[in-house]
Each structure stands twice: as structure tokens, then as C-alpha cells.
């Protein structure tokens, strides 16, 4: 048997990757990556408002230029070699279609409506129209269709998204036939096969954030939808049935973009997943081994075999789902709406008067001020790491909560906000630093616990992602305040190999995910061990935030 090569697409919140890798042992052979010059520009966007919306053009050319790229990078020999194609988004992130499939924002007369483009993950205009959702699937007599959600749907999901553009505007309710999330509308462009009742729906996507189950018989009743809003009446039927996991084909690469990424159109393409879980198994996932991942914001992840899941149903978590991560296991998810971003939002607050009071000194030369502001802003957040770790334990006494983003899990509440605490004249950007990575380190400790609590053991902790890879001090925080060992996987692609794994399978190289994951694993690369002393005194600390949490929520919402 001659070598196999595949390529993973791994779609994140600002930039596209591609990789190509050996099949035989993992390697990766050539790699690319392409920044969306729109969302970079901040088009379509109002953090104000929670409105974060993505451009297609920016996903069709980061397709094409990073594939491109990868592919010329390699001699002949290897080219013709690789045989399959994995792509990984975020989400969820829904865009509305024409009855073709095609993206309203790719016409002319909506190319600069943002409610025409993907609604990105992070989007939390459709707060109001999440909580409806709750409120209705409790109280409208039938089938509770959160149940397999944790319970309590989101602003970040699916339907939430929906509603809150197809009630806010007209036009693009007119136009939309149909919805399909950014990780199936990719696989469906790389086929041909657009057409919203025909294309591949990924199991992941649908099952986390869109209220699918097997016991529903695919979505959410019409009746519920059409009580919830007229508006949704008949889109059900629009929508889809049917669901596939990673390990499926969805088809193979059409003359067009064959020709495009300089590949043969025999090369196969496998149904799309989210990129944090297309990362779990780029990471190492097994059964009862929780990935984190440590990124912007974190995305928790374990799976169990189905045959120990019984009826048993996780509360206040982003959802379970039979094949959404490993096929032929349960897939559960959890996480925090913001992780790094906490970082960098404070990173900024302190750059305030480097952007806005150095740009104004007519003495200092526009080289000098340029010099200035990027090198402030590489080294803020390692110089303050740096000492943070250094203040004696005794002396951390800040409290913070990490909801500067809302809160995803555990239980799910996109209107709350962050708070700090315990402030005096004598606090310094250091302590609130530290006081931030904490109140982060504890956000993940709440979700440990409920999935302990709820019944699912955690045997292990595997992290990944570039706080992960970047950031020991946080990591070492977090290893402590859990209080268990937490592993950093050697890889620092995870999501775009996890989809290259998938991309053997569903070539044919390898029979299942768990086959993949153990040819072409990369193994891991360090493990962070708690110190007792910390641990434990971190639990006092602990509680202090929970009481916080509490009184925030119940006092000021």
C-alpha cells in the first residue's frame, strides 16, 4: 500500500488552516494559513451590540488560498496522493440560503447586510429570543426539546439566531428558504451538493445546537416552532431530517474546486464538525478523558460508550450526542463563553493610554509611537503573567467572576456580566491579572464539578488550544484549582489534525476514529501537576467565588 496524505480545514473565529498530512504516522507535510480580511477590517460588526457576523468571501478565499498554498508547497508525488479533504468550523454559526444553497450575503442586494451573512458563534443578539425558547419548552405541555441540551438553550445555538434575524428583518426572512451551519455549507461548496434538502447535515452541529434527537424524529416539533413564533411555521420542512457523523462521505471534490485547490476530483470529502470537537480527537480524546479547550473562549468535551451513557441526562451543559465527537459514543459538551478573550480584554484596557494618549505627543515620531504600541501589546500579557506568578499566595486576595461574555455552562445565562472584587488602593494590574486567571480556572472547575455531580466521571484532563500551549502560568492556576494533573497535547494544530483523522477514515485509510487517533496522534508534550498547598487553599478561594456568582445573579439580574 502506497502513502496516503489528507487534508484537515480547520475554520477558526479569525483565520483559516489548512494542513496536509502523512497518513502513516501524523506528519504534517505543508501547512497554510489565511486571515478574513473583511472580519479583520471589523466589518459587519458591533461588539457594542454582541453582533459578530462573518462574510462567505472571506471563508470561499481563505478556502482557496490556503489549500492552494499548502498544495504548492509539495512535489507532484505527494499531490497526487491525497484522498481526502475534513473540514472543521466554529458554531454554532448559521447563515440563511437560497432555495440553491447559496448565501443570501453573496448577492448584491445583501452583500453589505449583516444579517445576511454567518451569524458567528460568539453573536449574542438573540438573548431575548433564547430565553423564549426556555420558557416555552417547559411550559407548552409537550416534549421538553432542551432536555438533551442541558436543559436550557442558548443565544450562541441555532434557533436562537434564527428567530432573532427572521423577526428583526424583513428581508432576509422573505429570502431565507432555508438555514444551514458555516461546517455543512463548506462540505456542501467542496461537493456541489448545496442544495438544503439534499446536503449532508453534520450530527455534531445539529444534535449540540440545534435541538435534534433521534427520539424527536429529527428537529423540534412544528407545533412548538410555530407557538414560539409564526415565523418559524414551516421551516422545519426546509430544514432536515437526517444527520451524519465525521466518519461519513459526504462526496467528492466537484471539477470546480478540484481545479481550484489543485487537486483531482477523486479526493472525498467527509461530512463537517465543529472545530472543538474535531480537536478533541486531535487531541487524544478517549472515554472519560475530558479536552479542554484553551482558546478564546473553552469548549469541555468528553465522551462515553453508549452502552454506560444510559438514559442519563447531564444538566445545564451545551448538550449530548450519540456520535457527535468519537462515532459510537456519546458526546458531551460544556465550556465558557470567555476563556483568553478575558485576557485580552484586560490587555487592552491597559493599552488604553498607549493608543490614545502616545498617538497624541507631537514630540515622539509616528515610527517610535508605531514601535511602541506593538511592543507593548506582545509583551503585556507575558510580563504579566510573569508577575502575577511571583505575588506571594497570601497577598491574592481580588475576587473575580469570568461572565464578561455571559456564561455557557455550566447552565446557560448570555446576560450576565463580570465582576471584580475586593479592590483597594494597594491592587495593581498584576492582582486583577491574577484574579481574572483564576476566576477563569474556577469557571472550569464549576464544569468539572457538574459533570461529576450529574454522574460522569473525568479520569483525565487533556488541554489544548494556544492559552494552553502559550500561557504555563494559567495553566498551572488551573491545574491547581481543579486539582488534577492536566496534560498539553504535543500538537499545536489539534482541530486541523482531528480533521485530517477524520479525512483518513473517510478515504479509507483507517476503519474508525479511534484507529486514526492512535497512527496518527502526536502524543503529548507536557503534563502540569497541582501543588497541594495551592489546591487547597484555592478551595477557600473557590467558595468565595461561588458566593460571588450567587449574589451577582440572584442581586443584579
Known sequence: MGKNFVI?????????????????????????????????????????????????????????????????????????????????????????????????????????????????????????????????????????????????????????????????????????????????WITALLTGNTDPLQLKRSRCAAGHKAMWHEDFNGLPDEKFLGKLDPVLSGLRNRLYKETYTC??????????????????????????????????????????????????????????????????????????????????????????????????????????PVNNIISEIDWIDNDTKNKIREETADKIIAELSKQAESLPFEETSVVALDWMNGRRTPDANQSLK?????????????????????????GSKMINERFISEGVRIDEVIAIGGVARKNPFVVQIVADVLNVPIRIANSDQTCAMGAAMAASVISGVYKDIPSAQEKMGGGFEKEYRPDPLKAKKYEALFKKYKNLGSMVEKGLY
Open 247 to 352: 466518519d461519513v462521505v459526504a462526496g467528492s471534490l466537484t471539477q470546480e474546486w478540484a481545479g481550484r485547490l489543485g487537486l483531482s476530483t477523486d479526493v472525498k470529502v467527509g461530512v463537517g464538525a465543529f472545530d472543538a470537537h474535531m480537536g478533541a480527537i486531535g487531541g487524544g480524546i478517549k472515554p472519560y478523558h475530558l479536552v479542554k479547550v484553551m482558546g478564546t473562549s473553552t469548549c469541555d468535551m468528553l465522551v462515553v460508550p453508549m452502552a454506560e451513557a444510559g438514559n442519563k441526562l447531564v444538566a445545564g451543559i451545551c448538550g449530548q450526542v450519540d456520535g457527535s465527537i468519537v462515532p459510537g459514543m456519546l458526546g458531551l459538551e460544556a465550556g465558557q463563553s470567555a476563556f483568553g478573550d478575558i485576557y485580552a480584554w484586560f490587555s487592552k484596557l491597559l493599552l488604553w
Open 418 to 442: 463580570g465582576a471584580i472584587t475586593e479592590l483597594s488602593l494597594g491592587t495593581d494590574a498584576p492582582r486583577i491579572f491574577r484574579a481574572l486567571v483564576e476566576a477563569t480556572a474556577f
Open 8 to 184: 484537515g480545514i480547520d475554520y477558526g473565529t479569525d483565520s483559516v488552516r489548512s494542513v496536509i498530512v502523512d497518513t502513516a504516522n501524523g506528519e504534517i507535510v505543508s501547512t497554510s494559513v489565511f486571515k478574513y480580511p473583511r472580519w479583520g477590517k471589523g466589518l459587519f460588526c458591533e461588539p457594542s451590540l454582541n453582533q459578530f457576523r462573518q462574510h462567505p468571501l472571506d471563508y470561499i478565499e481563505g478556502l482557496e488560498q490556503s489549500v492552494n498554498d499548502a498544495v504548492r508547497r509539495l512535489p507532484a508525488e505527494i499531490v497526487k496522493n491525497i484522498t481526502g479533504i475534513s473540514v472543521d468550523t466554529t458554531g454554532s454559526t448559521p447563515v440563511a440560503v437560497d432555495k440553491e444553497g447559496v448565501p443570501l450575503s453573496l448577492k448584491a442586494e445583501f452583500e453589505n447586510d449583516p444579517d445576511a451573512m454567518f451569524i458567528l458563534w460568539k453573536d449574542h443578539t438573540a438573548v431575548k429570543e433564547a430565553a423564549e425558547i426556555n420558557e416555552l419548552a417547559k411550559s407548552w405541555g409537550g416534549v421538553d426539546f432542551t432536555k438533551f441540551e442541558g436543559g436550557i438553550y442558548s443565544s450562541e445555538w441555532f434557533w436562537s439566531k434564527i428567530l432573532h434575524v427572521m423577526r428583526n428583518n424583513d428581508s432576509v426572512r422573505e429570502n431565507a428558504w432555508s438555514w444551514v451551519e458555516h461546517c455543512d
